[in-house]
């Protein structure tokens, strides 16, 4: 496959752009080799500069869970755009959209829309502390919650993907007030609660982890952290940022029913336009400014463009969309893993509706360790091979792979294909 446009872009773009890329884990450092420079893309393809098609199983990292082009989202957002593309003054879509999470996601009676993911986490940290009075916050190795100082210790994505274990930038005074364990062992937090009693303002958690790879959390888990925390007067956020909207109608707290104090969202809420938001109890959210103390602002939050990606986003995505999601994850994974499997590969998935993971020469992915001793080169073989057959894997062994409602049985067929080759690849070498 030709991509000597994308490799001449990447070229230039390294020197106005620290790297290339907006975003680490786009420059292909994980997996080796230049990364794709996009031109279009339509339902389950993309389409780079060089004019070759490929089958997306990233989506922008989850917001176009809808397929990309998905018309009635487009013209909403163009319909939009022809009446203002921006106020920094209320307007009634942001209510539309609020009542729409808050009807879905039961545990979120108020809600505030931000820009990212990282903005929302950053402000949920913010507003358990200043609620509890308390400083330190406990979060779980491989987990990413954005950039913000204070949660990037023992973080996931492409921090993983670049190997760092914690970024010089953090004030050691600031990380030492984020305690970090590993995920899926209830133990080691009941422990650092005895150290700590009532120091910890907040547990927060993927409750499926998407950003080590996925893995899901183990039967009785959440419902395990909600008890340890409450029970110190701490507070829990499930950061369902990629979650939300994508597992489930109500995110993962619907799906395994256990409800969070705080919520943050991300990627879908936004429809694929810059959104996140947080949200919970009334009289948690009651603290945030204008009402309450706790400062958290924004000229671009609540932009009308983005809520109307958002909400167009959201009223699409029915019981129905789930199923068909749903049914191509285990389509998908399934055949992968029986390709393998035959191909006499050691294996190992995890999914949960919409998310999925192979992971290469282990025999199970509950934490980070698992992952860190997965066969990291034979995934980046299997990336490659992949690629250049058309079908675009996320670029590291520590990202999640996404599947929209436009990946028929036919896009999953073909991508199944492209594995069998792939696999047999990876046997020869
Ligand atoms: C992507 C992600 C974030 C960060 O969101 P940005 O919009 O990239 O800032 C935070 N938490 C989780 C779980 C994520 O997957």
């Given at each position: 496959m030709?991509?000597?446009?994308?490799?001449?872009?990447?070229q230039r773009?390294c020197?106005?752009?620290?790297?290339?890329?907006?975003s680490p884990?786009?420059?292909?450092?994980?997996?080796?080799?230049?990364?794709?420079?996009?031109d279009?893309?339509?339902?389950?393809?993309?389409?780079?500069v060089d004019?070759?098609?490929?089958?997306?199983?990233?989506?922008?990292?989850?917001?176009m869970?809808?397929?990309?082009?998905?018309?009635p989202t487009?013209?909403?957002?163009?319909?939009q755009?022809?009446?203002a593309?921006?106020?920094?003054?209320?307007?009634?879509?942001?209510?539309?959209l609020?009542e729409?999470?808050v009807?879905r996601?039961?545990?979120?009676q108020?809600?505030?829309?931000?820009n990212?993911?990282t903005?929302?986490?950053?402000?949920a940290?913010?507003l358990a502390r200043?609620?509890?009075?308390?400083d330190?916050?406990?979060?779980?190795?491989g987990?990413y919650?954005?950039h913000?100082d204070?949660?990037?210790?023992?973080?996931?994505?492409?921090?993983?993907?670049?190997?760092?274990p914690n970024s010089?930038?953090?004030p050691?005074?600031?990380?030492?007030?984020?305690l970090?364990?590993?995920?899926n062992?209830?133990d080691?937090v009941?422990?650092v609660?005895?150290?700590?009693?009532g120091?910890i303002?907040?547990i927060?958690v993927?409750?499926?982890?998407?950003?080590?790879g996925c893995?899901?959390?183990?039967?009785g888990?959440?419902?395990?952290?909600?008890d340890?925390?409450?029970?110190?007067?701490?507070?829990?956020?499930?950061?369902?940022?990629?979650t939300g909207?994508r597992v489930s109608?109500?995110g993962?707290?619907t799906?395994?029913?256990i409800e969070p104090?705080l919520?943050t969202l991300?990627?879908?809420?936004?429809?694929?336009?810059?959104?996140?938001a947080?949200g919970?109890?009334?009289?948690?959210?009651q603290?945030?400014?204008p009402?309450g103390?706790?400062?958290?602002?924004?000229?671009l939050?609540?932009?009308?463009?983005?809520?109307?990606?958002?909400?167009?986003?959201?009223?699409?995505?029915?019981?129905?969309?789930?199923q068909?999601?749903?049914?191509?994850?285990d389509?998908?994974?399934?055949?992968?893993?029986?390709?393998?499997?035959?191909a006499?590969?050691?294996?190992?998935?995890?999914?949960v509706?919409?998310?999925?993971?192979?992971?290469?020469?282990?025999?199970?992915?509950?934490?980070?360790?698992?992952?860190?001793?997965?066969?990291?080169d034979?995934?980046?073989?299997?990336?490659?091979?992949?690629l250049d057959?058309?079908?675009?894997?996320a670029?590291?062994?520590f990202e999640?792979?996404?599947?929209?409602?436009t990946h028929?049985?036919?896009?999953?067929?073909?991508?199944?294909d492209?594995?069998?080759?792939?696999?047999?690849?990876?046997?020869?070498?």
């Amino acid at each position: 496959m030709n991509r000597k446009q994308s490799s001449a872009l990447m070229q230039r773009a390294c020197r106005t752009i620290p790297g290339g890329v907006n975003s680490p884990v786009r420059a292909f450092k994980g997996v080796g080799g230049d990364p794709v420079f996009f031109d279009h893309a339509d339902g389950p393809y993309l389409y780079d500069v060089d004019g070759n098609q490929y089958i997306d199983y990233i989506g922008s990292w989850g917001p176009m869970v809808l397929g990309h082009n998905h018309t009635p989202t487009i013209a909403a957002v163009q319909q939009q755009a022809t009446k203002a593309l921006g106020f920094g003054a209320p307007t009634e879509a942001e209510i539309e959209l609020a009542e729409t999470i808050v009807q879905r996601v039961p545990s979120m009676q108020q809600v505030r829309m931000v820009n990212s993911g990282t903005e929302a986490t950053m402000s949920a940290i913010r507003l358990a502390r200043g609620f509890t009075g308390r400083d330190l916050i406990l979060k779980f190795t491989g987990c990413y919650h954005g950039h913000s100082d204070s949660l990037l210790v023992k973080a996931g994505s492409g921090v993983l993907t670049l190997g760092l274990p914690n970024s010089p930038g953090v004030p050691a005074e600031l990380a030492a007030r984020t305690l970090s364990l590993p995920f899926n062992n209830l133990d080691a937090v009941a422990q650092v609660f005895e150290q700590y009693p009532g120091e910890i303002a907040c547990i927060i958690v993927e409750p499926v982890a998407g950003n080590m790879g996925c893995i899901p959390p183990k039967p009785g888990y959440l419902q395990g952290l909600r008890d340890i925390a409450h029970k110190d007067g701490a507070l829990i956020i499930f950061d369902e940022v990629m979650t939300g909207f994508r597992v489930s109608p109500g995110g993962a707290q619907t799906l395994y029913d256990i409800e969070p104090d705080l919520t943050t969202l991300g990627k879908i809420v936004g429809g694929g336009l810059p959104v996140g938001a947080f949200g919970g109890r009334e009289e948690i959210m009651q603290y945030i400014a204008p009402v309450g103390p706790i400062y958290q602002a924004g000229t671009l939050s609540g932009n009308p463009l983005a809520m109307a990606a958002g909400l167009s986003t959201l009223r699409h995505l029915t019981t129905d969309a789930y199923q068909a999601i749903g049914a191509a994850t285990d389509a998908l994974v399934d055949g992968l893993v029986a390709r393998a499997a035959s191909a006499g590969l050691q294996v190992c998935e995890n999914r949960v509706c919409g998310m999925f993971s192979l992971f290469f020469g282990i025999d199970e992915a509950a934490e980070y360790d698992d992952v860190a001793g997965s066969n990291i080169d034979q995934f980046n073989a299997f990336f490659h091979a992949m690629l250049d057959q058309g079908v675009y894997l996320a670029p590291s062994a520590f990202e999640a792979g996404f599947i929209s409602a436009t990946h028929t049985s036919e896009v999953i067929q073909t991508t199944l294909d492209a594995a069998e080759v792939a696999f047999s690849k990876l046997i020869a070498t």
